[in-house]
C-alpha cells in the first residue's frame, strides 16, 4: 500500500490511475497511520503541499510504523537516524519517471538536492524566525562563531548569497510551510 501526504490533487490523482485505487491512499492527516497496521507499507510524503512544516514532520514520522519513507523535497537530510529507510526525491522529479522506475527509491535521477544536517535545518528555521545570532548559538549550545561557520556552510549548500535570501527560494516553502516571497526591486 502506498499512503500518499498531500494536498496536490494532480499528484494523488496520477499514483490513483497508475496503481489503481486499492493500492494507493490519501492521507488527510499522518496521525491515521499510527490506527493501522502499516509495516509493509510505503508513506510518500509531499513536503511542499502538506499543511505541516518539516520539523513537525521529522516529529511525527519517529513515531510511525512504516516500511519505507520517500519525501518529495527541496532538500535532504543527512543525519536523520530513523529505524526505517528514508528517501529524498527531488519534487520536480515527473510523475512519469516515477512510476516507470520502480528503483527510483533507491537510484533516483541525478539532479541536485542539497544535503542539509537537523541543525542547519534549525539554524534555518530560527533566521527564518527573525532570532539575533546570540539567541541561535544559546538555544543550540554553540558560540557565535560557529554559528557562523554553519551558516556559511549553509549559504554554500544552497547556493544563496545571504542567509536572508532563503525566503525568495523554494527552500522557504519547505521549512515554513508558506509561499515563498515575491523579490521587489
Not at 520517500?70 to 519534487?91: E, G, M, Y
Not at 544536517?117 to 539575533?132: A, P, V
Not at 522557504?172 to 508558506?178: A, F, L, N, P
Request: glycine share 4%; proline share 3%.
Amino acid at each position: 500500500m502506498l499512503y500518499i501526504l498531500t494536498n496536490d490533487n494532480f499528484l494523488f490523482s496520477g499514483f490513483y490511475y497508475l496503481y489503481g485505487e486499492h493500492s494507493v491512499v490519501k492521507l488527510t492527516s499522518i496521525f491515521i497511520l499510527n490506527k493501522k497496521h502499516t509495516s509493509h507499507d510505503t508513506l510518500l510524503i509531499d513536503a511542499s503541499y502538506c499543511q505541516l512544516t518539516i520539523n513537525q514532520l521529522l516529529q511525527i514520522v519517529k513515531i510511525t510504523f512504516i516500511n519505507k519513507i520517500i519525501f518529495l523535497s527541496a532538500f535532504k537530510f543527512s543525519d536523520l537516524k530513523l529505524t526505517v529507510p528514508v528517501h529524498f526525491i527531488p519534487r520536480k522529479t515527473g510523475l512519469l519517471y516515477i512510476s516507470n522506475n520502480v528503483s527510483i527509491f533507491y537510484n533516483g535521477p541525478e539532479t541536485y538536492l542539497p544535503s542539509l544536517t537537523i541543525k542547519e535545518f534549525e539554524i534555518i528555521r530560527q533566521t527564518l524566525n527573525q532570532h539575533d545570532d546570540f539567541k541561535i548559538a544559546s538555544s543550540l549550545g554553540i558560540t557565535q562563531a560557529t554559528l557562523r561557520i554553519h551558516k556559511y556552510r549553509i549559504m554554500l549548500k544552497l547556493r544563496i548569497k545571504k542567509m536572508s535570501h532563503i525566503m525568495y527560494t523554494e527552500y522557504y516553502s519547505y521549512i515554513t510551510g508558506e509561499k515563498p516571497k515575491l523579490i521587489h526591486q
